[in-house]
């Protein structure tokens, strides 16, 4: 959760508000301005607690507005900006350069990358930040039974469905490959 404010140097027993907007024409110049390649934030992925804010009698800022962001359709590997822009007030003047405060996203971590393991025959599954799965360990813990992803798959986990789509490999005791294609669901 973020959060912004409105800010004014108002006297005593005044009240002043604020019409925020999100500006997403504001990017490419941002991008432009600063040497970055942000992406717009979707709307679907935030919520803002509201773009009209209050400075209260005898304070000299506005309560919080709050920004909550759901990352689960969000590419982990992107970078994303929300531009919030104070548009308008009920007096004084905007200061263009503390007019728009840029949120930026610059790095998701996928919460399920980790080391696994399982009961019996140990060996490692790792969830990368783009939810590939990478294998490694020995069967029964044999240093001639190593596993390993197999050649040309991609082995992935879905975080939204809980489900793995794997494959790998292991060598069997007369040194040829075994090839296992499974899919792990929660039960």
Known sequence: MRKTQFVGNFTDGQIGSGQFLIDMADIAAYNAANGTSYLPLPSSAYTVSSLLDTIKQGQTSSDPLTLSITTASLNFSAQYILPIKLVSTSSGTISPSLQTTYFTINQLVNIYAGSYTTNGTVFYA??????????????????DAPIANQPGKTSTYNPSTQTWNVYYMYTNANGTYRYMNEVWTPQ
């Open 126 to 143: 790792r969830v990368n930040p783009d939810n590939t799965v990478e294998f490694s360990g020995y069967l029964q813990d044999s240093l």
